[in-house]
């Protein structure tokens, strides 16, 4: 899951620094915001322009972050309320329905928030009561000694954890299990550099599993719940497991294969001692029912947002989690997903979505075709800028795009497949922080990561491609 990660060393965190690369990004920002007040576009409206201009801001700030992408987020807001709300500044041209400001600040606590808040408890809890660390130590013993197997282990758990934790605080504690196997290997060994990738790699396929497991999941939920076609928790999965095992299997047999993982064995310490503390025993009951509610959405028909607020009121009022703990929380996240949802708002209110899609000549195209575009755009945009920013940016044209008429498509498909190929780009240090992670531990070259990172968004894009449309018609798992 995109978001929470372990406690952070006391002391403030210093403000990354202005480079020139970010001064000139915010020079275009400002000029591209300033640009569609200058000069007109035939056929698009007032608020059009102005949102317009704010759309190509947001881009070339998550592009370039300039200032910080949580803040993009919350730029956007307020920049929608001053120009096209109730409340704008300038006069609105007569007859456009002005939405109220209301509904751009509710953004910042919509249901998919809410979905999303409660797995930040849980990934938290996780790390404060070490489950994550004590359940991987636990559920690596039935692999024994081979390597081939520890491999298929450790890609496992970290897939499964990812699906309901923070990515990076689930890459953060597999590392901690298996760094001191790597110490021990030889510097020129390349199973340390198959140890140190099969964890990021894993934890970034196994986010696509969940609704919670990656922030344009979130994004893409969010969109869809808006256009009127509700995606529940279980549906998601059906979704995406099926893919998310034959993708894992990949990565299995390609690391094994180009990192010389047969024939060998690895010893790693397993020991682990669970948390018996009454606020221990209460987080473990609150993480396992939630997971529960979650997975028989069907049988209670509770949506996941509202389960998702549960272990948020048991885990406070119980004192499990105090005022510091709240702190910890990756609210940034939250702020960022929710200056999305804004901007696929102001998008759809203005008319901008309808006239950018005019540009295109979509109706010549097959909706495969369109399919692909979409998700390969995503999947090459997400490579060298955060994955939310991308599903921000793309989500609410391809919904845009599957409600335009002459276009048979999809809208579910649409927001899935931009989700799933911003959530497929893992080749480069920079686009994940489980990469990151990664590279810090001095046992992966940046040609390593791009090789591996390549093959396996490949290899998903075209296997969601190939086969993902076809099998959600069998399983009967997309809304008509």
Known sequence: ????????????????????????????????????????????????????????????????????????????????????????????????????????????????????LGGFFLAHGAAKFALDRNLARVLLRPFGTSARMILLGLIGITAVFSMFMSNTATTATMMAVVLPVMSQLPARDRMRTGLALCIPIAANVGGMGTPIGTPPNAIAIGALARAGHTVGFVQWMLMAIPFVLVILLFVWLLIGRLCGFGGKTIKLSIDSTFDTSRSAKIFYVTFAATI?????????????????????????????????????????????????????????????????????????????????????????????????????????????????????????????????GSSLAMALPISTPPNAIAMSTGAVRTKDMALLGLLVGGFGWALFLLCAPRLWGMLGVLPS
């Open 1 to 116: 899951m995109g978001g929470s990660s372990r406690h952070q060393a006391a002391g403030p965190t210093p403000p990354p620094a202005m480079t020139r690369g970010r001064y000139i990004g915010l020079f275009i920002a400002i000029a591209l915001f300033a640009l569609p007040w200058c000069v007109q576009f035939p056929g698009l409206s007032v608020q059009g322009h102005r949102i317009l201009g704010v759309f190509l801001a947001a881009i070339v700030l998550w592009i370039t972050e300039a200032v910080p992408l949580f803040a993009t987020a919350v730029i956007i807001i307020l920049l929608e309320i001053l120009l096209i709300s109730d409340q704008a500044l300038l006069a609105l041209p007569e007859g456009f329905s002005a939405p109220s400001y209301r509904v751009f600040f509710g953004t910042l606590a919509d249901p998919v928030l809410m979905l999303f």
């Open 292 to 420: 529960a509610f979650w997975l028989t959405e069907h049988l209670h028909g509770l949506s996941s947002s509202i389960v998702g607020f549960f272990p948020v009121v048991v885990l406070l009022s119980t004192r499990v989690f105090s005022s510091k703990d709240l702190q910890a929380l990756q609210w940034h996240v939250l702020w960022l997903v929710a200056g999305g949802i804004a901007l696929g708002l102001g998008v759809g209110r203005s008319g901008l979505d309808v006239w950018l899609l005019g540009l295109i000549q979509w109706q010549n195209m097959s909706s495969a075709l369109i399919i692909a575009m979409l998700s390969l755009v995503a999947l090459a945009l997400s490579t060298v800028i955060s994955n939310s920013a991308t599903a921000n940016l793309l989500v609410p044209l391809a919904m845009s795009l599957a409600a335009s008429t002459g276009v048979t498509m999809n809208p579910v498909v649409a927001a899935v497949f931009v989700a799933i």
